[in-house]
């Protein structure tokens, strides 16, 4: 049987991930008329940009995967299961995929 975190020990866990490893959003309020004019839906991107975007994505998920937060396929993070040998214990166990992403 699995060892279970309280709801409190995980939120804890996440925040603490989250300020030393995020910056905070911050919603600017600005008056009709202030600000940029950009309407488009998506930025207009290089070649490059797209890709180093991309790989930043790539790399923050990898480091929420590794915190024990997220999933890959096949693997569920944030779980301890002594059946799972080839992850650390307390970060991954092997489960199928969330419902809606098969």
Known sequence: MADMISEKEFERAAREFL???AEPRV???QAWGEGSDQVSLLPERSLEEELAELEASRGWAQKRFDAGFG???DVVG???SRADT???QGR???APP???TA
Do not use: I
């Open 19 to 21: 300020e030393a490893n």
């Open 27 to 29: 919603d600017a309020e």
């Open 71 to 73: 999933w890959k396929p």
């Open 78 to 80: 944030h779980v301890v």
């Open 86 to 88: 080839s992850s650390p």
């Open 92 to 94: 991954a166990s092997p």
């Open 98 to 100: 969330p419902s809606g």
